[in-house]
Nanobody, 127 residues
């Protein structure tokens, strides 16, 4: 079992920045692909960014490319989401996800591919 805890959300003005963190605990000795998803009010959960176990590969949804950066620090069992140039449409609950993998360079995009989920952190961007 792996437990995921997100932090770093908050209220920010449009154009501002936030850095989200997701700390994994429990069975973290295995290799895990990690991802960030978000769920806006009245909308389905959507993929935001993913990172391979090796950290060598990343992927983003089109709407955040060039503004968001995902990274991981395996020594700290932590994955980050650096969010810049935030827009009101980025307002959502951001959730961290993880899944065990044998493929060190693959990035998972579908929520159904992930096994473990955090409870989320709220990001609100005011106009």
């Amino acid at each position: 079992q792996v437990q995921l805890v997100e932090s770093g959300g908050g209220l920010v003005q449009a154009g501002g920045s936030l850095r989200l963190s997701c700390v994994a605990s429990g069975r973290t000795s295995s290799s895990y692909g990690m991802g960030w998803f978000r769920r806006a009010p009245g909308q389905e959960r959507e993929f935001v960014a993913g990172i391979s176990w090796s950290g060598n590969n990343t992927d983003y949804t089109d709407s955040v490319k060039g503004r968001f950066t995902i990274s991981r620090d395996s020594a700290k069992n932590t994955v980050y989401l650096e969010m810049n140039s935030l827009k009101p449409e980025d307002t959502a609950v951001y959730l961290c996800a993880a899944r065990h993998t044998y493929n060190e360079n693959y990035v998972y995009r579908r929520s159904s591919e992930y096994t473990y989920w955090g409870r989320g952190t709220q990001v609100t961007v005011s106009s």
